[in-house]
């Protein structure tokens, strides 16, 4: 199956700081997700994003599928930013089912 | 917007007991559910494929007589763990698709799961 790496591992930053996150995948894909799980463990969906670069606010992706990677950034980081990110393309042969990377750790220091 | 609700967001169980976790999906209808569980620093791991009305689909080391998926609506499904280990400790997280082709993935609150 696919296989999915994310980069840093672990990642801390004081507050306003700006980062980068990227994710590297084996295979070529028709889409891309990147979620944000919160320290209380829900998971809040960030960017359906196949391909090409979308903006939400301070957060933005990149995904450059013929490259086989994946960038999120955060600008002006806040503390509330803080927790994992993980990026989920979907399994070979299923649009429905995610294989998640093994995420970023993203802690924000006040 | 569209939201998935899980129950109970704790529990704590005796081994051997058995304790089921509800996943509802509140204002739209999923035909498919996932069941996700996860190990502390560590990423989601699909368990199973919930279908309505039909069998799960499970992942290949997923055991399906310890863990019972039943599909019985549109809106709910859940996932019993049978004759828990303290090694079943884990949380468990479902998830659930918008009903229109390509809509978001919805993620439950998750439920952690304690076997004493």
């Known amino acids: 199956g696919i296989q999915v790496e994310q980069s840093p591992p672990d990642l801390i930053l004081q507050e306003g700081a700006n980062s980068t996150l990227r994710c590297n995948f084996s295979?070529?894909?028709?889409?891309l997700q990147w979620f944000h799980q919160n320290p209380w463990g829900q998971l809040i969906n960030l960017f359906y994003?196949?391909?090409g670069t979308n903006q939400n606010g301070r957060l933005s992706a990149t995904t450059v599928a013929t490259e086989r990677y994946s960038l999120l950034y955060i600008s002006s980081s806040q503390t509330t930013d803080s927790g994992v990110y993980f990026c989920a393309p979907p399994r070979a042969g299923s649009a429905r089912q995610l294989t998640f990377g093994s995420g970023t750790q993203l802690t924000v220091l006040p | 917007g569209a939201v998935v609700s899980q129950h109970p967001s704790r529990v704590i169980c005796k081994s051997g007991t058995s304790v089921k976790i509800e996943c509802r999906s509140l204002?739209?209808?999923?035909?498919?559910m996932f069941w996700y569980r996860q190990f502390p620093k560590q990423s989601l791991m699909l368990m199973a494929t919930s279908n309505e009305g039909s069998k799960a689909t499970y992942e290949q080391g997923v055991e399906k007589d310890k863990f019972l998926i039943n599909h019985a609506s549109l809106t709910l499904s859940t996932l019993t763990v049978t004759s828990a280990h303290p090694e079943d400790s884990s949380f468990y997280i479902c998830?659930?698709?918008?009903?229109?082709?390509?809509?978001?993935?919805?993620f439950g609150e998750g439920s952690w799961l304690t076997v004493v």
């Open positions: 295979d070529s894909v028709n889409n």
């Open positions: 994003i196949p391909s």
């Open positions: 204002d739209f209808q999923a035909t498919t």
């Open positions: 998830s659930a698709r918008g009903g229109q082709p390509g809509n978001t993935i919805y």
